[in-house]
């Protein structure tokens, strides 16, 4: 509500923007707070909190179609890379030398892709297959996962032998069961016990194909294929059973201990690969260890996700499955909250949208996942969007950004709105499944389609409906659509196939343009001469439309008392406008501002200032009869930064509105 003080008299009256937020898109400009703007534009938080000009970005590479994943790698033998999936093709851009590989034209499916590193693998899923990279013999590899000699051939059952009956003859003791049979795989072990007497050996299942029979002979040949056998089927105990030529010994260290290994593919247990192929998200996950890998966003099934056996995300056990909620929304993506992990999936209008796994372990020591269903609160609308800010685990709804606020599903409320301030404007982004996010640098910047992005501060927050939300700031022209966040480093790619790279590394004033491209043969160390074709940043800090305590009556703002105080660049200038209820962007004062320094020199605009001091400049015409006035500081300058200390007003309060 806007307070209405007595204002009897004419004296010169001042005020101060002196403490700076983010943006307000939501309140009306005249209602929002003096610390924040209703129309602010690629700014961002400087180490202190007052707002200045964002770094642009750079091209790396161009590649011939659009970015689907960027997934950062560093295998022994080689440079640290990013792994770049553009369209169908599969390519190693080398950080240390620029250089790129291509790995493979068109092994890849055209299809985002997420991935994972275990056990000096980079694990990759792009909806049609899980395939897996790595680098050896100066070379990188990459393979599906399925294929025969990768996926793990699990021993379903061992132990299998005879025990002497007392009679004078043996009873045969089937194997137990060890190992599940695996997704990705047909083929199957069981192992037995010879004991130089017996000949036939029932398996686990029926109507198998053997492929490999071995016998343990001890060193040096230790396992050692036979080809002595032959398979038939038992229609009595439903099983295949193996008859050997001639009764295989006991194992050389004593009876009892299985020395047989028979390798078959199951009709039973078919591989049923497209389960796990047709996934699009995964995170690791389990007790006081991430060593498994959950996965989900197939299709087919889109509320079911699977879990790999600890360590080896070349065995997906048949049985390690777990539907979340109703079949008829999907799993969106999962949050690591403390020790559990949290499971969003789309809105739905009947079921909750919120799910909890935990971690457990039994009396045996085997760990069980459990999974708690959640109230119903708002679902993820883009799988691009799932990230965590310091401890706070967000995601991206149709209603904003939220974010996981409790563990326990009796809880009533178990997300959170963070994105208050800038909900309104972010509603109206089309395309908002294809938004994706990042956290980088104590910041979530969650990317459009349109090149819009929306940048929350996690340094900075403010107190909402018993809770808090985030500062947040507004950016346009990134054309991200992958982002990639390492070692504080940020890349993103893009729909036309180019790699990029934020500028925060650079150290000239080069690095406020977006685009940039290099210069082919120029030295790197001079950023001048090695990027080129950058566009400059427009940059603008609007006030609130402030009615100066009073709506009832006009005022003047003085020609002289009213000055903006600038943060020091080598390269810099303002522009300062003024909207007011019958003026709209009218021009007040427009002023460069240098600061020496030998690398930025510009004999056009010498400037001999060599004091890293701020810089004040007067706004420079008086504004007669405003009922609300607005100040707008903007930059739109090559290679030039703006940030803003503070702003004052000097005014007088005039005659009543007629």
């Known amino acids: ?37 209703p129309d602010a534009l690629n700014l961002i938080a400087d180490d202190a909190g007052f707002p200045q000009k964002r770094v642009g970005w750079r091209v790396l590479s161009q590649f011939s179609d659009k970015i689907n994943g960027l997934h950062y790698a560093h295998f022994a033998g080689t440079d640290p890379a990013i792994i770049v999936h553009a369209g169908k093709s599969l390519n190693a851009y080398n950080l240390e030398t620029g250089s790129v590989t291509q790995i493979s034209a068109n092994f890849m499916t055209d299809h985002d892709s997420v991935a994972f590193m275990h056990g000096g693998y980079l694990y990759l899923l792009d909806g049609a ?28 059952g061992r132990g299998g032998h005879y025990e002497d009956d007392g009679q004078g003859g043996y009873n045969w003791i089937a194997c137990d069961a060890y190992e599940e049979p695996n997704i990705l795989s047909s083929k199957q072990i069981n192992l037995f016990a010879g004991d130089g007497v017996n000949k036939d050996f029932w398996l686990t299942e029926r109507n198998v194909t053997v492929s490999k029979v071995e016998i343990y002979s001890g060193s040096p040949a230790a396992w050692t294929v036979t080809t002595a056998y032959t398979k038939t089927e038992d229609t009595t105990l439903g099983k295949s059973k193996i008859t050997f030529t001639t009764a295989p010994a006991a194992h050389p260290d004593g009876a009892g201990i299985d020395d047989i290994r028979v390798t078959f593919t199951s009709t039973e247990h078919p591989a049923n690969v497209n389960l796990i192929n047709k996934c699009t998200i995964c995170t690791p996950y389990g007790y006081f260890n991430d060593n498994r890998i959950f996965i989900s966003g197939n299709p087919d099934q889109k509320n079911r996700d699977w879990a790999c056996e600890v360590d080896d995300p070349t065995y997906w056990p048949i049985n390690q499955w777990t539907d979340i909620g109703s079949d008829h929304t999907a799993v969106m993506g999962y949050l690591h909250y403390g020790d559990v992990l949290a499971i969003i999936k789309e809105d739905d209008n009947q079921d909750a949208e919120i799910y909890i796994r935990s971690a457990t372990v039994q009396s045996d020591n085997k760990v069980l996942y459990p999974v708690q269903q959640g109230v119903k609160g708002v679902g993820a609308i883009s799988r691009g969007c799932f990230a965590s800010l310091r401890d706070d685990a967000l995601f991206y709804a149709r209603e904003g950004v939220f974010a996981v606020a409790g563990t326990d599903a009796s809880q009533q409320r178990t997300v959170q709105n963070r994105s208050f301030f800038v909900d309104n404007r972010m509603r109206e982004e089309q395309n908002k499944e294809d938004a994706v996010a990042v956290a980088w640098n104590n910041r979530y910047i969650i990317a459009f389609p349109s090149g819009h992005c929306y940048v929350a501060d996690a340094r900075m927050q403010s107190t909402f409906n018993e809770s808090y939300v985030y500062e947040w700031f507004y950016w346009d022209n990134i054309p991200a659509h992958k982002w990639l966040e390492f070692d504080g480093k940020l890349f993103f790619g893009t729909t036309d196939g180019r790699l990029c790279r934020l500028n925060d590394d650079m150290t000239s004033m080069v690095k406020y343009s977006d685009g940039l491209t290099a210069v082919p043969g120029a030295d790197p160390t001079n950023e001048h001469a090695a990027w080129t074709n950058g566009t400059p940043i427009r940059a603008r800090w609007v006030t609130k439309a402030d009615t100066f305590g009073t709506i009832a009556r006009v005022k003047t703002l003085t020609k002289r008392g009213c000055t903006v105080m600038l943060k020091p660049f080598p390269r810099s200038s303002v522009k300062i406008l003024v909207t007011t209820h019958n003026v709209s962007d009218m021009a007040l004062n427009e002023v460069e501002l240098n600061m020496w320094d030998f690398s930025e020199l510009d004999f056009r605009r010498i400037d001999f200032n060599a004091m890293p001091t701020p810089q004040v400049v007067p706004v420079g015409k008086k504004v007669k009869k405003f009922q609300q006035l607005q100040l707008q500081l903007e930059n739109d300058g090559v290679e030039e930064g703006l940030g803003i200390y503070g702003i004052q007003v000097q005014y007088t309060v005039n005659n009543y509105i007629k």
């Open 129 to 156: 297959r899980l395939t897996r990279l790595n680098y050896a013999s100066n070379a990188y590899n990459l393979n599906y996962v399925a294929h025969a000699d990768i996926a793990k051939t699990p021993t379903t």
């Open 1 to 37: 509500m806007i307070k209405l003080p007595l204002l009897d008299d004419t004296k010169l009256r001042s005020k101060a923007y002196s403490y700076f937020r983010g943006c307000d898109f939501t309140t009306d400009p005249a209602e929002i707070d003096d610390s924040r703007s």
